[in-house]
């Protein structure tokens, strides 16, 4: 069996191989086999056949003791069809064949009979079918005429039982098919009648006998060759999970560092000028988390990449996978981990200000009451209260990350209280003057400021001051990654508002969080549609600049039916519409990307055609730049990484627009 790696000598992908993960392996759901020996054609061959034999020993064994069992209770009808016979018929089954076949069996217990194990089963399926053809031979017409069906069940044994490879299994079985004509013809001579009616079931036994056994050893090899790939992409997960552990160690360090060089230049600049102390440190703050933001962003993007690359092999073996496949199960779990890997750098995200998801005028009260009420679910020992202005002011804000951020600060908010305590939720409409955002990234105006009041332990202004730092926090080992203020704060100033902190110790905390009032209409919910695998027929141009990313999506796209054209680069793509164009019906397009950037090519490409389709993706959340591109004609938006239900759905989207 030839095995194909798509790829993997691929110049190009040795060239941008990323620094954290190896190259995703290519066509996963590839196998191609030789079509008469059913053998891999490279290392893979050896390991198959160590684990074969391994796991083929017991039912080898066990089948030999029944062909005994069974050749031993035909005896019986040799005593009751040729009794002056059956000391003849007798001395072929229990002094020749059986003994033979106990032999094989007890050869198996040697470690040489992994080298001879086809050719011991295929012996022994020889010797029994010869036994038979003996019997054949020496009885007399009719009874002679009947024996043949004894080599059909030999056959079936053979082809099923023995798990003796397809190769061997039909030389023997021929072998055994030309014995018989012979036999038949030349020395039992059988009519002619006879002849081709027992010749017509035996034949066709044999046939029928052979495709059972190549379809066994065909499934048998499928099933080696995907638990080998599984085994093969869970060590590329841990490989990952090692490099980035590294990486964020480095990282951690350097935003150490830096922090430290901050804190030193705030200190000293408030010595020098008392008076401007407060503006001083909001400033230095904001640069602070801009730099460890555009850090943080950067991380999350590229671990996003490598997540499209994992979630997009996983989606393409689930394709290949039925549920009732034993690694069906193990691939669901790898894909929810992926989850959960998302989820983390959606986090990562939010602190470093790397756009929304989905914008909706919403009522705060409502939103706030609903997550309160789900917290208070599993948290019996806070008792929470709801203090809320009736009339607060409408916010334009993404549902799910405000979600995200009132569940920090609950849960920041009940583990300073271990003991249980009293958890007050007010929400209020204020305006906001110049004085109060100096220094901050914020405008004047009308806000909605919402209150989560806790009596817990409280926080030293020292404390305070660090709440915000990604991966900063004052619990023990294993009760938090210290990104849940961080992700918060990052989330609510990137929706135009800010955060402020009151806090004494032993008598608890406030924390303040402002978001603009907005003149819209509160949004209706949108119903959430059920995840359906939609398919096409069009060509689509999928422009990225990360090889694994082109690789694993193209495959996606061809599964769903899509021809694919791919262009690694901005000037590639241009290239390729401007000769192909009239054939493209949508285009994929990463917005990150060196030399001619995303931005760029979608602007190229409306100019050799205003009514282009284009699809953008990207490992960062819908940001500025990209909600500007789908004002100026871009059909849609898709966050990396996405499985094959997201890509099926969003395509379809856009395509029929």
């Known amino acids: 069996m030839e095995l194909i790696l798509n790829g993997v000598q691929n110049s190009q992908a040795e060239t941008n191989r990323d620094s954290i993960m190896p190259a995703a392996s290519q066509g996963l759901n590839e196998i191609e086999l030789h079509p008469i020996s059913l053998a891999f054609q490279d290392g893979l061959e050896n390991t198959f056949h160590q684990g074969y034999l391994l796991n083929s020993l017991r039912t080898v064994r066990f089948s030999l003791v029944a062909g005994i069992i069974l050749y031993g209770l035909f005896g019986i009808l040799d005593a009751l069809l040729v009794p002056d016979m059956k000391t003849t018929l007798w001395i072929i089954r229990f002094a020749i064949v059986c003994p033979f076949l106990l032999s094989v069996i007890a050869f198996s217990y040697f470690p040489v009979f992994k080298r001879y194990f086809q050719f011991s089963m295929a012996a022994a399926m020889m010797v029994s079918g010869s036994g038979i053809l003996v019997m054949i031979a020496i009885l007399p017409p009719p009874v002679n005429q009947t024996y043949y069906a004894g080599l059909i069940l030999v056959l079936i044994w053979g082809y099923t039982f023995t798990r003796v490879r397809f190769v061997w299994a039909a030389s023997a079985g021929w072998i055994l098919v030309a014995f018989y004509e012979v036999v038949a013809i030349r020395v039992a001579e059988s009519p002619l009648p006879v002849l081709l009616n027992n010749s017509f079931f035996f034949i066709s036994s044999n046939l029928v006998g052979m495709f059972a056994c190549y379809f066994i050893e065909r499934y048998t090899r499928r099933d080696f060759f995907l ?186 908010a009940w583990q300073a209280m271990p003991g249980g305590g009293d958890l007050i939720i007010r929400t209020e409409n204020i305006v906001v003057d110049e004085s109060r955002v100096k220094g901050r990234d914020a405008k004047p105006g009308n806000y909605v400021r919402a209150s989560v009041v806790d009596n817990g332990i409280g926080m030293d202004q020292k404390t305070m001051k660090k709440i915000f730092d990604p991966f900063f926090t004052t619990k023990e080992m ?180």
């Open 227 to 412: 638990a080998f790939k599984l085994e093969h992409e869970q060590e590329k997960v841990k490989l990952v999970n090692r490099r980035l552990e590294k990486v964020v160690a480095k990282r951690t360090a350097q935003l150490l560092e830096k922090n430290k060089e901050l804190s030193e230049e705030i200190e000293e600049r408030k010595r020098a000028e008392k008076g401007r102390a407060e503006l001083e440190s909001k400033f230095q703050e904001a640069q602070k988390m801009e730099a460890i933001g555009r850090l943080a962003g950067g991380i999350a993007h590229d671990f996003n990449n490598l997540l499209m690359g994992i979630q997009g092999n996983i989606s393409l073996m689930l394709l290949k996978t039925k549920a009732e496949h034993p690694f069906f199960e193990k691939l669901k779990n790898t894909e929810q981990y992926v989850i959960r890997g998302s989820e983390l750098t959606k986090q990562l995200l939010g602190f470093a200000r790397r756009g929304k998801y989905q914008v909706h005028a919403t009522n705060l009260n409502s939103l706030i009451t609903e997550s309160a009420r789900l917290f208070g679910r599993t948290n019996k020992e806070v008792e929470i209260h709801l203090q809320m202005d009736s009339n607060v002011w409408v916010v334009n804000i993404d549902r799910g990350q405000i979600e995200q951020v009132l569940l920090n600060l609950f849960m920041n």
């Open 478 to 657: 294993g009760r938090g990654t210290g990104m849940g203020l961080a992700s918060a704060y990052g989330i609510i100033q990137n929706h135009g508002g800010f955060f402020e902190v009151e806090s004494t110790v032993g008598k608890g905390s406030t924390l303040y969080f402002y978001l603009p009032a907005s003149n819209d209409v509160v949004a209706p919910e949108e119903e959430t549609k059920p995840e359906k695998l939609l398919k096409g027929n069009e060509t689509i141009l999928l422009v990225d600049d990360e090889v694994m990313i082109a690789d694993v999506a193209s495959e996606m796209l061809e599964s769903l039916g899509y021809s694919v054209k791919l262009a690694s680069n901005g000037q590639e793509a241009v290239e390729v519409y401007a000769m192909e164009g009239e054939k493209v019906d949508l285009v994929i397009l990463d917005l990150i990307m060196p030399g001619m950037s995303g931005n760029k090519t979608f602007d190229m490409l409306k100019q050799m055609n205003p009514e282009v389709k284009v699809l953008l993706s990207s490992g960062y959340s819908l940001s500025e730049e990209a909600n500007g591109l789908i004002k100026r004609g871009s059909r849609g938006f898709i966050q990396k990484p996405y499985n094959i239900n997201d890509l099926s759905m969003k395509v379809r989207e856009v395509l029929q627009a």
